[in-house]
T-cell receptor, first 112, second 109 residues
Framework: NAGVTQTPKFQVLKTGQSMTLQCAQD?????MSWYRQDPGMGLRLIHY???????DQGEVPNGYNVSRSTTEDFPLRLLSAAPSQTSVYFC???????????FGSGTRLTVV | KNEVEQSPQNLTAQEGEFITINCSYS?????LHWLQQHPGGGIVSLFMLSSGKKKHGRLIATINIQEKHSSLHITASHPRDSAVYIC???????????FGKGTHLIIQP
């Protein structure tokens, strides 16, 4: 049982490049979410999904796009990377109602 | 938006000491989570609380819904407990977690 799998673990991008952070879970959780973690700021919600075909914005959605075509996958797209998006990104899944969160191992992204 | 405050921000203690980390929040919640993050590591869920008290090994978590306050206790602390402990709240399930900034705990041998 893999839980939540995030790829890649590390990535360096140039300003203006685009990329997709992958997130997959095998627990049949309806709810998935993306967070970014910055020093002194704590974790902040970027986007979330309560099921396939349904997504919504969190606290810091600008510059990011998501889709949820299947229950298992919830990719996060950076449309045009900026240095301000340098951060550690975590994907999480949970049961309906937001209980019992499981986090991925994180993606450390540097935008230069 | 819920405001989640943790204290202390940093805590250094000697092995064997009893540790308490506090968390307060501003708006009613459906659940509170305590998470652990080791340096450079992922995030592990320790507890989810909606009322009362939970215990797992040397860790104890309590919550007082009326006072909007939770505590995480570590008994007989050990250097392997050194980590960042994060409090997070869920206001109603679908809209994600709101996090505190974390408490950086160092247990010295």
């Amino acid at each position: 049982n893999a839980g939540v799998t995030q790829t890649p673990k590390f990535q360096v991008l140039k300003t203006g490049q685009s990329m997709t952070l992958q997130c997959a879970q095998d627990m049949n959780h309806e709810y998935m979410s993306w967070y970014r973690q910055d020093p002194g700021m704590g974790l902040r919600l970027i986007h979330y999904s309560v099921g396939a075909g349904i997504t919504d914005q969190g606290e810091v959605p600008n510059g990011y796009n998501v889709s949820r075509s299947t229950t298992e996958d919830f990719p996060l797209r950076l449309l045009s990377a900026a240095p301000s998006q340098t951060s550690v990104y975590f994907c999480a899944s949970s049961t309906t109602g937001g209980y019992g969160y499981t986090f991925g191992s994180g993606t450390r992204l540097t935008v230069v | 938006k819920n405001e989640v405050e943790q204290s202390p921000q940093n805590l250094t203690a000697q092995e064997g000491e009893f540790i308490t980390i506090n968390c307060s929040y501003s708006v009613g919640i459906s659940a509170l989570h305590w998470l652990q993050q080791h340096p450079g590591g992922g995030i592990v869920s320790l507890f989810m609380l909606s009322s009362g008290k939970k215990k797992h090994g040397r860790l104890i978590a309590t919550i007082n819904i009326q006072e909007k306050h939770s505590s995480l206790h570590i008994t007989a602390s050990h250097p392997r407990d050194s980590a960042v402990y994060i409090c997070a709240v869920n206001e109603g399930g679908a809209d994600g977690l709101t996090f505190g900034k974390g408490t950086h705990l160092i247990i010295q041998p």
